[in-house]
């Protein structure tokens, strides 16, 4: 969905394409490194200010989820840390692990088991409930840093040309699918969080694109940021 705000496409995301469901989305993770002297968001929010210039902040790559997350927290919080991008999440987070940069902004699911292993230090969560599977991590609102929500959301789209018709049947396919009690009960393992049964319509879907369209192109766009 950045990839309207990063280049100019020969395509329109919202005209040329037909929602069809939406499926399982992950919130995100505000991490450190374990020898970060912060044992709250406020206290490593506090930190970087005063170590801005020798802190470093991990992404995915430019424009990826992470580097917008990562970007996005800088303006909220007045910091102006370092980016250092990486060819995808694996080496990011290895690199926060080892301790050779400092803060990261990930997909929750992903990172799960080093927080779980005490390999990293999770802050915050970027949702406004906790997450299922970890519901001792706070969300950014009660860590400190309101409305600071993003998640990694996926959705399904057909050529919007395709008749009606097909476009009900792959949604009941998909609805069906998530109705599965082993899906559901994968997905959960995983921390997927799937969506209400009234959130897997194509109209559902539809208004999600519409909103973050404009929520995040906006700051995308003040941001300078070009995906790579």
């Given amino acids: 969905m950045a990839n309207g705000a990063a280049y100019t496409l020969s395509y329109d995301l919202l005209t040329d394409f037909r929602p069809v469901a939406l499926l399982p989305s992950?919130?995100?993770?505000?991490?450190?490194?374990?020898?970060?002297p912060a044992d709250t968001l406020d206290d490593l929010i506090a930190w970087l200010k005063?170590?801005?210039?020798?802190?470093?902040l991990a992404s995915s790559g430019a424009g990826s989820p992470p580097h917008v997350a990562g970007a996005y927290f800088q303006s909220l919080t007045g910091t102006h840390i370092p980016m250092v991008p990486y060819r995808g999440a694996a080496p990011a987070l290895l690199d926060l692990i080892a301790g050779r940069t400092d803060l990261s902004i990930t997909q929750a699911s992903?990172?799960?088991?080093?927080?779980?292993?005490?390999k990293v230090k999770a802050y915050a969560v970027t949702a406004k409930t906790r997450w299922a599977v970890a519901p001792d991590i706070p969300t950014v609102d009660e860590a400190g840093l309101p409305g600071f929500y993003m998640s990694v959301w996926r959705g399904l789209w057909a050529?919007?040309?395709t008749p009606a018709g097909v476009i009900g049947?792959?949604?009941?396919?998909?609805?069906?699918?998530l109705a599965d009690p082993s899906v559901r009960h994968r997905l959960a393992e995983m921390g997927e969080e799937i969506p209400p049964r009234e959130q897997q319509t194509p109209e559902a879907l539809g208004a999600l694109q519409r909103a973050e369209i404009e929520k995040w192109w906006p700051i995308i766009k003040a941001m300078g940021m070009r995906a790579e």
């Fill in 26 to 36: 992950n919130p995100m993770l505000v991490l450190a490194r374990k020898g970060i």
């Fill in 50 to 56: 005063t170590n801005s210039r020798n802190a470093s």
């Fill in 110 to 118: 992903f990172a799960l088991p080093q927080v779980r292993e005490g």
């Fill in 159 to 161: 050529p919007r040309d």
């Fill in 169 to 177: 049947k792959l949604n009941s396919a998909v609805v069906d699918a």
